[in-house]
């Protein structure tokens, strides 16, 4: 960790275990064996509503993912995010750091697409996103994403990934697929279990060897049976890492500091600070199931309290943004997260006649408090304060859901019908940060906290809207080898009003083992209230280097409607899929799909307009003095994005144990087919200005990986199992716009990361792993002189390898 950072509490966490036993370590490695498999024939619950459907025999493309599998690939922090993108290709969890909420809020994407085009589900119902609007980053600008490490990975039986669109059968969200994380649920037994791990690597930017990162996970669970053949199953879990440093030596160039004595005296010293935030969390869970009589009732819930702490840009001691008296040797703001999110579910299943009927209440919500502190407003001079409340966020979700499905006999072959119908109620709301975050002192100086100026009174949001829908399913084998689903769904939304959602999919098999599977779908995405009402105004370093008073405009504001926004429309997409299954006894399954996504009226975050004309414009034309750089969202672009996806696994017997070998690749290519004019307004505030722009282009098109692919083997015998998985992480693409006509370009070639892990069973309860990510200590490519920041930033964050290095820990489960 940093000197600049305070070490984060560390809590212990007590849990009591009961019960009995598990069977014998014999049982115990053939039982992992059969969780790791990965097989695609397992009866799934996501994608189509026909029963005993398995992943094998869907009409659409569908991972499902064993508590094992995750536990594998989660070593790191132990996130849930980071297992998915260790075991999906498809996935990308990129760590970000100094981009302001994505430090605290991770952005994931699937199929290359934008982290809010995908839908999460818990135990079938719809998950909230986070309140927090990720605006000072890359992947992810402008969106409010699902904070995937809100759920504990201890909390989960297994997770059901559907890659294609699937808004007629879920609603708004589902273009690039659904996540459908499905609790533990056993009525017995339980699991005590501790991990702990450290960064270790050889950082040749400085040429120093580091150990940082330290942290541990600790959780427990157990469950017990509920009326005769219900249950109740509960844990709890908490994690405490320790942040990493990856900053290189600041060579002080002039473009970011004059080349004062006071600011040169710090040449060859690492004044920044890149790499993991520093974090704590605290979290809770439950699953249970009471039947009465005819009717099962349902109840469930997840809480996650998270904090975290995110760096921030040095500031120098000669400059406009610093207080000497207060800071001699300049300073590193750093931004503090408090993360609450909660969700709760709650319903009854049973039958009415010949009907299976689910009636559900879902409510789940996330508030974020943002705070600073090492940082001051130097308006204020030396009467600034150097810790700050720069806003606080909320956003809650609410739903009514009633679903059911039946079977009818035609002859000799059946049809299942699906009916249901849902009431959303969303709100999203900001508040004012303190006084002095925002507040214009009475020196000329930078206005605002230094890192993150304050939400002001009139940034303050609060927006609701409600959402009505029905939808209609009905599949059928029509043949004994043809099989096909049709759905249907209307949805009214208080803000845009109805849309028709529609989805046609199919599976032939046209010999034994091997079929073909197709989808054609329209799908759409509301955009969200943050995207509506979000503003801002905030004052930081530009992309160049520069110190800027920036503000985010709400599409709805004064000046943003002068400038050219236009109220926002709903993303519109068209999803094709098509795909080749085969499974040859129970030794070799494979998929193999491709697909094409077409995307109408995309929402993205406009390029940051910050001509040099623009202050003196906006205050002549609209007597609004200080605004110096300006941004709306627009639904500027339209794109199509082109992937294909294999999936194979191979098991056999293999010295007294079982080995599975997986092969998985995934290729994404997004293309922008057309980009809205900018508008006359814009272009009378400056001749430069655009509205999507080279950076922006980047962001959606190559800045995430277009490839990955890897190769995993795992050997369970009676006492030991081995794992190792080769990923070959893709290349990336950034670039920068520092204006006339600088555009610096960087791509950052493939990397290879090894993985491994030994597990051994000491007894039937106790076993003990290690393991490594990363192992061989890769790194991405160098960023070049125009784009790594005077040596401080010697590798990017959008690199799906990170700039960690290699990660290494040891772990210990108990079950009972």
Not at 206 to 214: E, F, K, L, P, V
Not at 488 to 494: D, M, T
Request: aromatic content about 10%; proline content about 5%.
């Amino acid at each position: 960790m940093s000197s600049r950072r305070r070490s984060i509490r560390r809590k212990a966490l007590h849990g009591a275990c009961l019960l009995g036993l598990f069977g014998s370590a014999a049982a115990q490695a053939q039982q992992a064996a059969a969780d790791n498999a990965k097989t695609l024939d397992q009866v799934v619950v996501t994608g189509v509503r026909a029963s005993s459907r398995t992943a094998l025999d869907s009409p659409v493309p569908i991972d499902v993912l064993s508590a094992d599998d995750l536990r594998n690939a989660g070593g790191v922090n132990g996130e849930l995010g980071a297992a998915l993108e260790t075991l999906l290709p498809s996935f990308n969890f990129p760590r970000q750091s100094n981009s302001g909420g994505s430090d605290h809020v991770r952005a994931a994407q699937l199929r290359g697409l934008s982290p809010d085009e995908v839908l999460v589900l818990v135990n079938g119902k719809r998950f909230h996103t986070s309140a927090l609007v990720n605006t000072d980053t890359k992947i992810g600008n402008g969106t409010t994403p699902v904070d995937f490490n809100a759920i504990p990975l201890s909390a989960i039986k297994r997770v059901e990934v559907l890659r294609d669109g699937a808004g007629a059968q879920y609603g708004s969200d589902a273009i690039a697929g659904v996540i459908n994380i499905i609790l533990k649920d056993a009525p017995e037994g339980g699991a005590v279990e501790a991990d702990y791990g450290a960064y270790h690597t050889h950082f040749r930017p400085t040429d120093r060897t580091i150990t940082d990162g330290q942290g541990g996970n600790l959780s427990a669970d157990f469950g017990t049976t509920l009326g005769g053949s219900g249950f109740f199953h509960a844990g709890i879990e908490t994690n405490h890492h320790a942040g990493t440093n990856r900053a290189g030596d600041d060579s002080v160039p002039d473009f970011i500091a004059d080349p004062t004595p006071a600011n040169l005296a710090l040449r060859g010293q690492r004044n920044y600070a890149a790499g993991d935030p520093p974090n704590e969390s605290y979290n809770g869970w439950f699953n249970s199931e009471l039947p009465l009589g005819e009717v099962k009732l349902y109840w469930f819930g997840t809480y996650t309290q998270r904090h975290t702490i995110g760096d921030n840009y040095f500031r120098y001691p000669d400059s406009d943004a610093n207080v000497p008296s207060i800071y001699p040797q300049g300073y590193l703001p750093q931004s503090i997260g408090h993360n609450r999110d909660l969700q709760t579910a709650a319903g009854v299943r049973g039958k009415l006649g010949e009907w299976d009927y689910d009636g559900s209440l879902n409510w789940g919500g996330n508030a974020f408090d943002y705070d600073l502190r090492d940082s001051l407003n130097a308006s204020l001079g030396a009467a600034s304060p150097t810790s700050f409340h720069i806003g606080d966020y909320h956003f809650r979700q609410g739903s009514a859901n009633y679903d059911a499905n039946r079977q009818f006999e035609l002859g000799d072959r059946s049809l299942t019908l699906a009916l249901g119908a849902e009431y959303r109620d969303e709100n999203f709301r900001t508040g004012a940060g303190d006084p002095a975050s925002y507040a214009v002192g009475p020196i000329d100086a930078p206005a605002g906290a230094q890192a993150g100026g304050g939400l002001q009174p009139q940034d303050a949001a609060n927006l609701s809207r409600h959402v009505g829908a029905a939808y209609a399913e009905v599949s059928s084998d029509i043949t004994e080898h043809f099989f096909a689903d049709a759905a249907g769904r209307y949805e009214h939304y208080s803000d845009f009003g109805g849309n028709w959602s529609g989805k046609l999919s199919a599976r032939w098999e046209f010999a034994p083992g091997f079929a073909l599977r197709g989808a054609v779908s329209n799908n759409l995405r509301a955009p969200s209230l943050s995207q509506i009402g979000f503003e801002s105004t905030t004052t930081g370093y530009g992309a160049d280097g520069r110190l800027v008073t920036g503000r985010i405009l709400s599409v709805n504001d004064p000046l943003a409607r002068e400038l050219g926004a236009q109220p926002l429309r709903p993303e519109k997409s068209r999803n094709y899929s098509l795909g080749l299954t085969g499974q040859l006894d129970e030794a070799f399954d494979f998929s193999l799909d491709v697909y094409q996504i077409s995307i109408d009226h995309r929402v993205t975050l406009s390029e940051t307009i910050d001509n040099p004309g623009l202050e003196d414009y906006i205050q002549q034309q609209f007597g609004i003095p200080g605004v110096q750089s300006v941004q709306f969202f627009t639904n500027a672009v339209d794109t199509v994005t082109r992937g294909a996806e294999l999936v194979a696994n191979y098991r056999t017997a293999l010295a007294g144990g079982r080995l599975l070998l997986t092969a998985a690749y995934s290729h994404n290519n997004t293309q922008i087919r057309s980009v809205q004019a900018t508008p006359a307004a814009l272009i009378a505030a400056g001749a430069d200005n655009v509205l999507f722009g080279v950076e922006a282009r980047n962001t959606l098109t190559d800045a995430a990986p277009r490839q990955r692919a890897s190769l995993s083997a795992k050997w369970d015998g009676a006492r030991w199992s081995l794992l190792t998985r080769l990923t070959r992480q893709g290349a990336t693409t950034r670039v920068f716009d520092f204006g006339d006509g600088d555009i610096p370009t960087q791509t950052y070639v493939p990397r290879f990361q090894l993985d491994a892990e030994v597990e051994y069973r000491a007894t039937s309860q106790l076993s003990f792993a290690v393991g490594g990510d990363n192992i061989t200590n890769q790194y991405p490519t160098r960023s070049d002189a125009d784009i790594n920041y005077g040596g401080n930033f010697p590798y990017d964050v959008i690199s799906p390898i990170g700039s960690n290095g290699a990660y290494w820990y040891a772990r210990v489960r108990y079950t009972f």
